[in-house]
């Protein structure tokens, strides 16, 4: 019986891996047709472009300003990394370590911008961000991405702080240790992997939120993949071959910034523990 549900299953299975393998398969044509395109020359009803060049990326470079692009590119990241590990950290010790009423109701909370696509809140996040005067520059850019960005750390934090023993912070207590010392140096030094790894994974949805940058950002805090964006639009007056080489330049940025992620970032720890209530 056992071995006639498998042989039942196999179809089915190699339905699964077929459509697998034929989305990995149509996603590395997309890719290699926008690098190829780069890099040539003149490219019309043949296999390969007729010649090959590198002046495309010179000319992406100067024709879409793109070091002015990464500048507040970076800049939006590291603010908006660095707000919300200052945010989500204390945030997330407060709902490993106390119990208190609405707990998972807030928890729930906090998972609702993550879980939601981002136009659903971004659209009145952006009227309210325009009415009081943020929205248009570099701090409603910033502001608009904290939103997502503040609940992904508590989400991150959580688990790594539920894994320290509370006898630990109780010691240093009872050696005169206050809430601030205990913090900084007991705590801040054991959660140094979490709170990178929390970094990391915000400056990656950062880099490559485009919803909510798109809806606040102005001519001056375009982020990369906004200026992507907008360079794309205004393809027919554009060739195609550098709109392709920025494109290479920004999916290369992501690729870079996923390596580091995985390589500095257990997925095992970003899944909370469920504890008992008895605990």
């Known amino acids: 019986m056992a071995a006639r549900r498998s042989i039942v299953a196999t179809p089915a299975a190699w339905l699964v891996w077929g459509a697998v393998v034929a989305f990995f398969v149509f996603l590395a044509g ?4 926008v690098v190829v395109s780069s890099f040539g020359t003149r490219w019309f009803d043949t296999w390969l472009p007729l010649g090959w060049t590198t002046s495309w990326y010179a ?14 590119t970076l ?24 119990a208190f009423p609405g707990r998972r109701l807030l928890y729930l909370l906090f998972l609702l911008p993550i879980l939601m ?31 997502p960005s503040v609940p992904f750390v508590i989400l991150t934090m959580t688990p790594f702080i539920e894994q320290i023993d509370p006898a630990v912070e109780r010691a240093a207590r009872m050696c005169g240790a206050g809430t601030r010392q205990v ?49 794309m639009s205004a393809a027919g007056i554009r060739a195609q ?3 392709d080489a920025m494109a290479v330049i920004y999916t290369a ?24 209530e008895g605990d």
Not at 134 to 146: E, K, P, R
């Open 30 to 33: 997309v890719i290699s047709s």
């Open 59 to 72: 000319q992406a470079w100067d024709e879409f300003t793109l070091l002015p692009v990464l500048i507040v």
């Open 75 to 98: 800049e939006v990241s590291a603010l908006v990394v660095g707000i919300s590990v200052l945010i989500g950290v204390p945030a997330a010790y407060v709902l490993a370590r106390r």
């Open 117 to 147: 696509p981002p136009i659903t809140y971004g659209i009145p996040l952006a009227t309210v961000l325009y009415k009081y005067g943020f929205a248009g520059n570099l701090s409603g850019v910033v502001l608009a991405n904290l939103v």
């Open 183 to 231: 913090f900084l140096r007991i705590l801040a030094p054991l959660l140094v992997p979490g709170i990178l790894a929390a970094s990391i994974l915000v400056l990656v949805r950062t880099v490559g939120m485009f919803e909510l940058t798109f809806l606040t950002a102005g001519p001056d805090s375009q982020t990369l993949v906004v200026a992507l964006y907008y360079s």
């Open 241 to 243: 071959q550098s709109i």
């Open 253 to 276: 940025m992501m690729l870079v910034l996923l390596v580091l992620a995985l390589r500095f970032v257990n997925p095992t720890q970003l899944v909370a523990r469920v504890r008992d």
